[in-house]
């Protein structure tokens, strides 16, 4: 099997419009979660979120490509051009004909979706754009990364709701090592925060209205975030060969299936999917140093990941450190798997581990290191991203350091 290596990074989100606004504001633990802004937010019980409130959309596409992207394909976009700058790749021949595009989202065209019910529902309008369909559809990111690069191998997009991201990466990284592909294009993307996103997330009851305290004993539920993160995982050799810096190794990828509750976490699904990839890593749990958590900050969640987490690793789960980003970003639910691989190529790179940020008291049932509220200085050499979605999909990354 080949080995596949991290060639390019590109993001925007609650944090940061690029890589390294978003590592410096992750170092600094700061808080991107902020009052919700738009149409309708005067009639939502929960008015905080990871938005982007500095997006300027029209300064950045044309009318016609504006009529095309919905938010999460354009926030995918400018992630993506980044990374395959980043990359030096040129998708041109061979290489065209050999790289593709894998991304994950939840909600897709969730804001065209919510503009237009809108507009036919409320407002009695009987017609729609002809192009709201392909505006909306889960697949558009992906096409249009496609279309604007020359990807002419595997494309497609995976909705595992939270997980997305994560299986999205992880089929990435089975293709380049399998010699299916020579690079993909990957990562996720999301914007669900519009009235309708929101409202419908309101029913779980599972948000919080003031903040994000994952693994804290006074967390009350989660905080949405919306944006992307996009990365070009490419075959070790041909980056070798062309003299392209490595930003880390990817070397292992598990997923599993609890199969018994569509809302509820399962630790035993949870920690075979951590085990699963530290096998296909061919490493010892021992070697772990970070783990990005899912860390949602429902009770429910993190005490199931710390459970999990023990129970993967045993007497080594005292040792390791673990933290929650979304506790600063918010949770992009499709898209957040790619924005917290940023905190473990940082962990790897730099040797700074991104804290758990508005931790305020420790919890018996989240007895772990969970990095509260100050980033740290560490060396890392190898770390884990964990994945934990709504009907009992967990997706689990290993990566370590650019060889």
Not at 104 to 122: F, K, P
Not at 218 to 242: I, P, W
Not at 301 to 330: F, P, Q, R, Y
């Amino acid at each position: 099997m080949r080995r596949v290596v991290i060639t390019g990074a590109g993001t925007v989100n609650a944090l940061g419009l690029d890589v390294p606004s978003t590592l410096k504001a992750m170092a600094e633990g700061k808080n991107g979660i902020s009052e919700l802004q738009f149409r309708d937010v005067d009639r939502l019980s929960i008015k905080i979120g990871g938005q982007i409130h500095d997006w300027d959309a029209e300064g950045r596409f044309n009318r016609q490509q504006m009529a095309l992207y919905d938010r999460f394909t354009q926030f995918t976009l400018v992630a993506a051009q980044q990374a395959i700058s980043q990359s030096g790749l040129e998708f041109v021949g061979d290489l065209a004909l050999r790289s593709g595009v894998v991304l994950g989202t939840s909600g897709g065209g969730l804001t065209t979706q919510d503009d237009n019910y809108r507009m036919v529902y409320e407002e009695g309008k009987n017609r729609v754009h002809p192009f709201v369909v392909p505006k909306l559809m889960n697949n558009a990111a992906t096409s249009h990364v496609s279309m604007e690069y020359n990807l002419k191998g595997p494309c497609f997009t995976v909705a595992t709701a939270c997980a997305s991201s994560n299986h999205a990466m992880g089929q990435a990284f089975n293709m380049v090592r399998h010699g299916v592909a020579t690079a993909m294009v990957t990562g996720g993307s999301e914007s669900m925060l519009c009235f309708g996103g929101v409202k419908a997330w309101e029913g779980l009851r599972v948000m919080s209205k003031d903040a994000c305290r994952p693994f804290s004993l006074t967390r009350n539920g989660m905080v949405q975030g919306e944006g992307a993160a996009v990365f070009v995982f490419e075959d070790y050799d041909h980056a070798k060969a062309r003299g392209a810096e490595i930003l880390a190794e990817v070397i292992g990828f598990a997923m599993t299936s609890d199969a018994s509750d569509i809302v509820m976490p399962s630790k035993q699904g949870a920690a075979r999917a951590i085990s699963g990839a530290i096998q296909d890593a061919r490493i010892n749990a021992s070697d772990i140093g970070y783990i990005n958590a899912h860390g949602t900050g429902t009770a429910a969640n993190d005490k199931t990941e710390c459970a999990a987490v023990a129970d993967a690793l045993g007497a080594h789960a005292d040792n390791i450190m673990i933290s929650s980003t979304k506790s600063m970003h918010g949770h992009l639910i499709g898209g957040t798997g790619a924005v917290e691989l940023l905190a473990c190529i940082m962990a790897l790179r730099d040797g700074i581990i991104a804290p758990t940020i508005n931790y305020e008291e420790p919890d018996p049932e989240c007895a772990l290191d969970v990095v509260p509220n100050e980033a740290r200085d560490a060396k890392v050499d190898v770390v884990i991203s964990n994945a934990f979605a709504f009907g009992g999909l967990n997706a689990v990354l290993a990566l370590r350091k650019a060889p």
